[in-house]
């Protein structure tokens, strides 16, 4: 960054809090921070975000000018394409100046009349944040059942708007996390969360009554549970689930009243989905292998009866998910650590996959509501790309293209070059490393480099296009992704040999993709920035401790640094739910391994990168004061002058601001630390 007179930086005062387990005596001298309504808590905060703009001002022109390329590279009014569900077509819509979308819908044909269903700009109206979960409309088309969260800490309030009148019902939900449906278009089933944001109970109300009426309470604190109805309209499907273990309830969604089934016991270890179509069940296990494997079941006592196979388990394929429909099959299968997609006939099992051209992409299901179909809306993009909606047409095996997100500006996706590369972890593992650059600013040595990484919950890590993105490439920044074990991008296999007690390989596998970018001379030690956000920011804490010669610079964003204090406390929102991720710190054995490689408590006085680290005072994921620590202990031992900044969102929660403007603000505040470390400042 452009050196410029510094001012001083904030000093959190140590008071120091003894936490003994295990015989172990720990100190940390900054829980104080924890204090959200503390006078002395919100000074901090503050004091941090003047001293980061302080920092930053010198940028300000740079943030401004990435910011409006930024802008200008969208299609500010703009519309979705059109989906067709019982007698409508539905969209939304962009309009340029407004931060959020329009919902809306059309009777019988495009050419119709639009109906506004629900204007998120009028719900944002003089709030600072706002936040949709659930948005279903009844059966009959009539209702609206959509729920809001106004501060970013995700508990949401579920609301019904009459579709005809514009007008609220009284039904009124508190803390509701998903909701479907019953066929009747009167009774809703939705789901509640415990007082640690665990989603833990299942209701069902019919609308005027003035209480919903328990049907499931999941009493085991690693389990949450969810309600939808299939597509099929004929099951709502009640499921618990762990990180390793699932259990499924079902009822007909025309007998609203009855009491839901229990399809098949839970087992620890075993993993299993049920959807419906014709005369069957379908259910994806992973009885026979953690790749899972599909099989039908019959409709009456489908957990007795012998299952028949239709898909086996394959070691080199995950099959991630399916979407049943009256005639076909549509598996989200992930082979060589990408996705792809493979229709099945019904009739008679014949397959075929969906061809794709480029290797590096993404692809996935969109909207498809209608059960008997013989077309499959999907997304697809790539890091070239940009986000494009098909229909692929089974029968004739055709796709085609209905919208293709506009770039404007100029793009041109043939002066971008994408390529796939492994670094070598040292169990001898080969790590997938995705890269993109802009063919005429490869330079034959180390350029500037943003390499991201994430590695938890075996959530792949999936390439994606960013028009924003190009204000780097454009600038002469190689972007690439580390895909890490944790993940799982390699099926299950790649996400277990990176939680509980194999959790380093995630670190070292991160270390090995940089240092293979390094000794390939794509970057250096003094020109490669690395970036992650929530447990990828657990990622880049652990590394950075581990290896801090080896960047540049650090961007953190919403950190889960504080591992084994956070892995304690039972009364926070995810740490029993994620015991199966971490482990439990009350075994000593886990306790032990968290205490190795937890960012927080490995801290040491020695020289770290330059860093940015990010963090939302609303945050119901990673807690705000686990990155203000995490600044307050490295401040106090750090032995460098590189730029430390920490940046609190006062108004939102773990996505950061939920207008696109706001957004895209924030990004271009980033890209502007990031260039500005590796000398680019214009």
Known sequence: MPRIPHPTPPAAPRRPHVVEIHGIRRIDDYHWLRERNSPDVRAYLEAENAYTRAMMKPSELLQRKLYREMVGRIKESDVEVAYRDGRFYYYSRTRKGQQ?????????????????????????????????????????GALLAYSTDFTGFREYTLQVKDLSSGELLPDRIEKVRSATWAMDS??????????????????????????????YEETDARFSVGVARCRSDRYIFITSHSTTTTEVRFLRADRPEAEPLLFLPRREGHEYYVDHGGDRFY??????????????????????????????????????????????????????????LTVRRIADGATHEIAFPEP??????????????????????????????????????????????????????????????????????????????????????????????????????????????????????????????????????????????????????FIACAEHLIREHYTDPSRLVIQGGSAGGLLMGAVTNMRPELFRAVVAQVPFVDVVNTMLDESLPLTTGEYEEWGDPRDKRYFDYMLSY???DNIERKAYPAMLVEGSLHDSQVMYWEPAKYVAKLRALKTDLNPLLLRTNMTAGHGGSSGRYDYLKEVAFAYAFILGVVGITR
């Not at 009167?186 to 019919?206: G, H, I, N, P, Q």
């Not at 590695?455 to 994606?464: K, N, Q, R, S, T």
């Not at 780097?472 to 040999?497: I, P, S």
């Open 598 to 600: 937890s960012p927080y």
């Open 283 to 340: 259910v994806i296990t992973n009885d026979r292998g953690r790749n899972f494997r599909l099989v039908g079941a019959p409709l009456e006592s489908p957990g007795e009866a012998p299952w028949h196979e239709l898909v086996p388990h394959r070691e080199d394929v995950m099959l991630a998910g399916v979407d049943v429909f009256a005639r076909y099959l549509v598996l989200h299968e992930r082979s060589g650590g990408f996705p792809r």
């Open 360 to 509: 590096v992409r993404n692809v996935y299901g969109g909207v498809n509501a209608e059960f008997d179909s013989g077309t499959y809306r999907l997304s697809y993009s790539s890091y070239v790309t940009p986000p494009s909606v098909y229909d692929y047409d089974i029968e004739p095996r055709r796709l085609r293209l209905l919208k293709q997100r506009e770039v404007r500006g100029g793009y041109d996706p043939s002066m971008y070059r994408v390529e796939l590369h492994y670094g070598i972890a040292p169990d001898g593992t080969r790590v997938p490393i995705s890269l993109v650059y802009r063919k005429d600013r490869r330079k034959a040595g180390a350029q500037p480099m943003l390499l991201t990484g994430y590695g938890a919950y075996g959530i792949p890590h999936d390439v994606d296009f960013s028009s924003s993105r190009l204000s780097l490439l454009d600038r002469g920044v190689v972007h690439a992704c580390a895909h890490v074990r944790g993940g799982g991008e390699l099926g299950k296999r790649w996400h277990d040999e990176g939680r509980l007690l194999s959790k380093k390989n995630t670190f070292t596998d």
């Open 100 to 140: 959020y979308r329009i919902y809306c819908r059309k009777r019988e044909s495009l050419s119709a009349e639009e109906e506004i269903i629900l204007d998120l700009n009028a719900l944002a109206r003089g709030k600072p944040y706002l936040g949709v979960g659930t948005m279903e409309v009844s059966p009959d």
């Open 186 to 215: 009167r009774t809703l089933f939705y789901v509640t969360e415990d007082e640690t944001k665990r989603a833990s109970r299942v209701w069902r109300k019919r609308l005027g009554e003035a209480h919903g009426v328990p049907l």
